[in-house]
């Protein structure tokens, strides 16, 4: 059994040091300072794990080559998703990192902030692998531990926080099919990372 369908590199944790300072930098006032950091997290690294991860589908990345049958609809939990209080709620229970490759992630909407205050450095294009390449990758998402299309429910205890990799690279396959250990026997890391929604508050 794995963590994640692929081991998070170290250039995903160096583009959340940047993004972080960004951060900071914007808070301060310093715009010029946030705009050369925002460049600086736009690693290409990141994209090509991207990538794999959300790309074609492969043996040794996603363990299945086939999509699974879902329910349909009608059968499905109604609610989709929580409250964005009780979003909130999850994200800092599990201290705004991805339950299953441990990354950090960005509140999404401090990185729509960044996008709109910081277009040209932040790249944020409709194509999507053309994209910042951490403000792609590390975006805070909640992900069904058994997949909603699958019968899972929409309950507190079923949802984690995700990266945008972990999210779309597992899709609607049980974490059973992609081999990987159920992320909420791992306690989640809760320091003072808040996922820069510290611009949005």
């Known amino acids: 059994m794995r963590h994640s369908i692929l081991t998070p590199i170290p250039e995903l944790e160096e583009a959340a040091l940047l993004l972080n300072a960004a951060a900071d930098a914007i808070i301060a006032g310093r715009t010029h300072v946030a705009a050369m950091l925002i460049k600086q997290a736009d690693i290409p690294e990141i994209m090509v794990y991207a990538k794999r991860a959300v790309g074609p589908l492969s043996v040794d990345v996603h363990r299945v080559l ?38 950090k992630v ?56 995700s990266c945008y990799c972990c999210q779309f690279g597992r899709g609607e396959w049980t974490i059973q099919e992609a081999e990987l250990e159920d992320p909420r026997l791992r306690a989640p890391v809760v320091d003072r990372w808040d996922g820069l929604a510290r611009l949005v508050t």
């Not at 086939?66 to 909130?88: G, H, I, N, T, V």
């Not at 450095?121 to 194509?127: F, L, P, R, Y």
């Open 106 to 161: 960005i509140c999404k909407l401090a990185r729509s902030l960044i996008t709109r205050a910081f277009a040209i450095e932040s790249n944020w294009t409709s194509v999507e692998f053309q994209r910042h390449a951490a403000l792609y990758a590390l975006a805070s998402s909640l992900d069904h531990v058994i997949p909603h299309g699958r019968g899972g429910r929409n309950e507190y205890e079923n949802y984690v926080t």
């Open 66 to 103: 086939r999509r699974p049958k879902c329910l349909p609809k009608a059968e499905r939990d109604p609610s989709r998703m929580p409250s964005q209080r009780e979003q909130r709620r999850i994200f800092a229970r599990d201290g705004w990192r991805c339950r299953f490759c441990g990354t």
